[in-house]
């Protein structure tokens, strides 16, 4: 007898349904492996089926692939009848990648097909206010606040859309509900950093982004807001300190990466700003930031065509770093020399933005006012607003004061003047008596026996020529004389000395016991870092002002080195800096007192440099006899570099390279007189400058 074998069952056909809930209660219980095996079990018989496909689009989002997530997501919100939740969670990924413009369509869906959902408003309303359609951000957060008032989150996205729209104290009043209703909300501590940095009050915006960080240590934006802080605070490297934290959980944060870039660009690490810079770029190739970033990077580089390239590209994408992108794009044309495209590429994002005070004030310093100008009433109207920033109220000041001062009116510009210095002041920390006792220990350390006893130490090159002095002494009309004689080069203001100066140990007081190779070395890493500048060129010019302060280590790090010391009248150098809102740090600036005695330690310090100092590598040079004697000047500088007679220093202003410091208008005009004995018409506002100066006002 034989035996048929039993014939096999077939395989139950897969109940679709249920194996896609199973797959999301089993990642709802943290489950991943077993969500993820029953979402591929249903798309091996259902290719694209809705459910599975957006659950895994999900999946890829939590654990940071935003790519794939989208690429899911997308196909998901393909299928006719993909619910609101699909396409709002879809809205909010392309947001974050920067993606606008498919992000907006996206959310209009959602709340089409959900007019109800909260959380559909709140996407929505998250993305238009980050192509910064402000007004139709706010309509529709408000609209999810009706739906559901007692819900944080949307008080929170309403916050950023008003603090956006400059509405400060109702962003700060959203944000203190929500943290009512959710003590512990991480993502409203990190925006309140944010407003708090706006407003100036650094303290308060630290301890605001640390809280944050404490209570979610992933949430990258608060690491952002606590770098911006650093940054405010001129102290980059902690900056990058920060950011570095953050991009080592998150290394495609594409915002992370614009901001390393600008970091780096700070700390004149320009190959690696420039390398960051793409990277946020590929992370995030619609984002405005990364682009802005690559342009500013390119700009400190002196590569004119690709920064412009790169702003270019940031101005044609909607979102927060689009207004900085076309206002970098004015200055740039400026900083080139390309006064009327600067004018235009100001007036045109001033059209733009036409409430946006950085803008307004960048054309201040390219135009001259006369009495009626239109945009005198456009910043006293944003002046006087209810809840615009701390930092906006800080330039327009300083924008009224020009214009004031244009016009003739000194008392005006001086009311202006002297607000926005005190606002500024107020923002950071100075010590004018730490100040004072510094520089007198760098002349107490840079003793004769000491620069006698280590002479020859250093590394032996003449390439390098130092311009010092106070900020607004002429050093960068001295700089722009000599880069226009075809052996020099204009670097124009390295941090390079003063970044390689905390070699020593504890500087000043440390200099003692530095060895003659501590000085070899610093020396031969500056060369290093300027050698290439040179292409050729017999000398590269630093014209960084404050290495006044570093003319001793000049001196034994490179002691083939020449220093060119710019002098001018204490109280006309004085009044230009405390007239101009720089971009840079000079925090003694910002209070006519400080200024003065801030000056008084210079010149003490400098008295120390000329008598130590040989002058066969130490020339001082007025500038005011620059303005009266341009060519007997030119040529004395030139034989103090043993450089041969040329013409082309006479017409520097018509010398074509990037001039990145507060005198950029200036030396592109031929030289003038009028800056010289300035002060005298303004005495009457001047009293504690001159007080502090010991100079009589008649």
Known sequence: MTFSAPAAEAPKPLDVASTVERARAAWRAGRADEAEMGCRQVLAVWPGQTDATYLLGLMAYTYGNLDLAIAHVRQACQAPRAPAVYLSDFAEMLRQKGLLAEAEQAGRRAVALAPEFVGAWNNLGIVLQEALKLDESRLCLERALRLEPNDAQTLNNLGNTLKRLGRAAEAEKRWSAALALRPDYAEVHSNLANLLLDQGE????????????????????????????????????????????????????????????????????????????????????????????????????????????????????????????????????????????????????????????????????????????????????????????????????????????????????????????????????????????????????????????????????????????????????????????????????????????????????????AIGAQWRAIGEAYLAHVAPMAAGRRHVVDKMPSNFQLCGLIRLAMPDAKIIHSRRDAVDTCLSCYTKLFAGEQSFTYNQAELGRFHRGYQALMAHWRAVLPASHFLEVDYEAVVDDTEGQARRMLDFLGLPWDERVLKFHETERPIRTASVNQVREPIYKTSTGRWKKHAAQLGPLLDALEVSAG
């Open 202 to 513: 650094y303290d308060r915006a630290e301890a605001s982004a640390r809280r944050a960080i404490g209570i979610s240590p992933r949430l990258a934006d608060a690491y952002v807001n606590l770098a911006a802080v650093r940054t405010a605070r001129h102290a980059h490297g902690e900056a990058l300190q920060v950011l570095d934290a953050l991009l080592a959980f998150a290394p495609g944060h594409s915002r992370a990466l614009a901001a390393r870039a600008l970091a780096l660009k700070e700390l004149d690490r320009l190959d690696e700003a420039l390398d960051t810079a793409r990277r946020a770029a590929m992370a995030a190739p619609e984002s405005p930031e990364a682009h802005n970033a690559m342009g500013s990077v390119y700009q400190a580089m002196g590569r004119f065509e690709p920064a412009l390239e790169a702003y270019e590209r940031a101005a044609a994408r909607p979102g927060p770093a689009q207004m900085d992108a076309i206002a970098n794009r004015g200055g740039l044309y400026m900083e080139f020399g390309r006064k009327e495209e600067a004018l235009k590429a100001m007036e045109e994002a001033a059209k733009a933005f036409p409430d946006a005070p950085g803008i307004l004030f960048g054309q201040t310093d390219l135009r001259k006012f006369k009495p009626g100008d239109p945009l005198i009433g456009r910043m006293q109207a944003l002046l006087a607003r209810e809840g615009t920033a701390a930092g906006d109220r800080t330039t327009l000041h300083f924008g009224l004061a020009k214009a004031f001062l244009d016009i003739g009116d000194s008392a005006a510009a001086f009311r202006h003047y002297d607000e926005g210095n005190r606002l500024k002041r107020a923002t950071f920390v100075y010590d004018g008596e730490a100040s004072a006792r510094w520089m007198a220990g760098v002349a107490e350390a840079f003793s004769p026996e000491l620069l006698q006893a280590k002479a020859g130490a250093g590394a032996r090159s003449g390439m390098p020529v130092f311009v010092v002095g106070m900020p607004r002494s002429g050093t960068t009309l001295i700089e722009q004389i000599l880069a226009s004689h075809p052996l020099v080069h204009g670097a124009g203001e390295l941090r390079t000395l003063h970044v390689l100066s905390g070699r020593i140990a504890d500087f000043p007081a440390g200099v003692p016991d």
